[in-house]
């Protein structure tokens, strides 16, 4: 068993059963640049300070920048025996250099070097699922301009209501993503708190500088209370709150591309690299990817609750409750990116049935509040109009027809406005371009639409360049 670092006060070796219950270092593991880079910061500013010397310092930076190489290249395995990345990290350091090492922790404690490990963990992986959202909206803006003239039944109730462009139902989840975006970066800057200095609850004896800290980490603030620094995770319950509405997004969409795949429907067919087949039934196609997609939503879900219930009654300051935050963390993450990364890859490839949502767009009686539009246009009071169009619907069920259908004598006998132009205005591309309304579906507002959001998406462009160094550096570490 592996000699603890805060032996001194117990007389007893730790249970080997608590020694299991109580190990976080085979998922914290994970952290170990953040810990590094924050170590290294530390020790600057230590020697920044005068609390150690120059030299102690140099030798701990180059040494734990050592470390951070053998680990990434395989050379050194962190001890599975340690409690946690951080002793384990601090041990190796020891190990290599002696007494010098045990410097390092002078001012800190595990408490705020979790805390800071995991805003600059948050910090990048925010950075890299806002990338990963521009992406997907690329991907949409780019399918919404594709399929500009796709007509389609917009749906109210699962029922037929009114045609649209099949544009504009997509676009509706590039907002849904744009909102999902626009509150990861508020996140983001809840998550940039600098910590370091708090120590394990009222801060440090030692003249320490953690504005120096905060500027050699790019943090735009340094935590206000040392207390409230060492026991906060709203930012991570902020983050997983986020992550469960951006995945109720994805499991709506994910369940309409379920639904239209259907024979049904037969509005769209998912490539056959997103399916798979049946163990039984030979003819079988299988959407597995939306469906795990609106699967894993329940995931994230539970995330959020198990981090809420976690924090609900723990008392100020630290308690150890708070080793549970990270699993949680970590698995939406993971969900989360691998999501992104899927749905972007697997909408391009979804082939579209243009005739077959076309062709229902206007039918089950979808240009009914146009007819009634028409005869509102004709001085009629909507209520009556509404009435009207009703009963001429009623009489279409019975006849077994379509609005469009219907003769002008037909029409008239239900009420006399009905004119000559009534089928042009029923014509289902007028429909479309009639609705000009702000967000409406006509052809001209969904290119407005989509030109604003190529534009609002170049701003966010610094995020998309980032995602691959953000994947292969999560972190800056600067030995």
């Known amino acids: 068993m592996a000699e603890k670092l805060w032996k001194g006060r117990l007389e007893l070796a730790t249970d080997k059963l608590v020694e299991d219950y109580t190990a ?21 500013m230590l020697a920044e300070c005068g609390i150690i010397s120059r030299e102690e310092a140099s030798l701990i930076v ?96 699962l029922q037929h209501a009114q045609p649209v462009l099949f544009s504009h139902h997509l676009m509706a989840y590039h907002e849904m993503f ?56 709203d930012y991570l319950i902020e983050f997983c709150s986020v992550s ?35 163990s039984i039934m030979p003819q079988k196609k299988n959407p597995d990817v939306p469906e795990l997609m609106r699967g894993k939503t329940g995931r994230v879900y539970g995330n959020l609750i198990a981090l809420l219930t976690m924090v609900k009654g723990l008392p100020l300051a630290y308690n150890r409750d708070l080793q549970e935050d990270k699993e949680p963390v970590f698995d939406t993450v993971d969900t989360i990116k691998a999501t992104l990364r899927l749905l972007s890859k697997m ?11 076309s ?21 009629v009071p909507f209520r009556q109009a509404h009435s009207i169009v009703g009963r001429v619907v009623q009489h279409c069920i019975r006849k077994g027809k ?23 205005f029923i014509e289902i591309s007028n429909v479309i371009d009639r609705r000009k309304s702000m967000g409406g579906t006509s052809t001209s507002r969904v290119k407005e639409a989509i030109a604003r959001a190529r534009k609002e998406l170049e701003a966010c462009k610094l995020y998309s360049d980032r995602v691959g160094e953000l994947q292969m550096t999560p972190c800056s570490v600067r030995p």
């Open 24 to 44: 976080s270092i085979h998922f914290d593991g994970r952290l170990y640049r953040y810990d590094i880079e924050g170590s290294i910061a530390h020790c600057r």
């Open 62 to 157: 180059k040494t734990l920048g050592e470390i951070l190489q053998d680990i990434e290249q395989g050379r050194v395995a962190l001890d599975p025996s340690r409690e946690d990345i951080h002793m384990a990290i601090e041990n190796e350091l020891t190990a290599r250099i002696g007494e010098v090492g045990g410097k390092l922790h002078t001012a800190r404690s595990r408490n705020d070097q979790i805390a800071l490990d995991m805003r600059l963990f948050m910090r990048d992986e925010i950075e890299s699922i806002m990338g990963l959202l521009c992406e997907l909206r690329r991907t949409i803006i780019e399918a919404a301009e594709k399929y500009i003239d796709v007509i389609m039944p917009g749906f109210t109730h």
């Open 178 to 233: 744009c909102r999902d975006f626009a509150r990861l970066g508020d996140c983001f800057v809840r998550t940039d708190v600098m910590p370091l200095g708090s120590a394990a609850l009222a801060g440090t004896t030692f003249p320490i500088d953690m504005e120096w800290t905060a500027r050699q980490l790019g943090f735009s603030k340094v935590a206000a209370n040392s207390m409230d620094a060492v026991s906060d995770r």
């Open 244 to 278: 469960a509405i951006l995945m109720m997004h994805v499991s709506r969409m994910a369940e309409e591309f379920i639904i239209w795949s259907s024979p049904e429907f037969s509005f769209i067919e998912i490539s056959d690299a997103f399916c798979t087949g049946s």
């Open 347 to 357: 909408l391009p490839e979804i082939r579209i049935d243009r005739e077959m949502m």
């Open 359 to 379: 062709g229902m767009a206007g039918r089950n009686f979808t240009l009914a509040t146009d007819l009634a539009d028409y005869l509102v246009r004709r001085e």
């Open 402 to 424: 379509e609005l469009s259908d219907c003769s002008l004598d037909e029409l008239r006998t239900f009420h006399k406005a009905f004119g000559e132009d009534v089928f042009s």
